[in-house]
């Protein structure tokens, strides 16, 4: 989950003050060694999360869009 995050935040950076008008999280990213969980802000939503599908994907991570109910599994496979 470590190298995840990592990779997430080599992508876009966290948000912090230093970096709030290039970050793209409405939120900070919070971790453990379970999760990662992003709250992405509205208006970089589709460029975002196609980023964090992927990432997960060559992690070998599941990955769950609760907008819209969707779990994403390893193979980019779609379930509700």
Do not use: K
């Amino acid at each position: 989950m470590e190298d995840f995050r990592a990779s997430v935040i080599s992508a876009f950076p966290d948000l912090t003050e230093e970096t709030m008008d290039e970050s793209p999280w409405a939120s900070p990213l919070y971790g453990n060694r379970e999760c990662v969980i992003a709250a992405i802000s509205w208006s970089r939503s589709t460029e975002v999360s196609s980023v964090l599908l992927d990432l997960a994907s060559r992690h070998g991570l599941t990955a769950y869009d609760p907008q819209d109910q969707v779990v994403y599994g390893i193979e980019g496979e779609r379930s509700r």
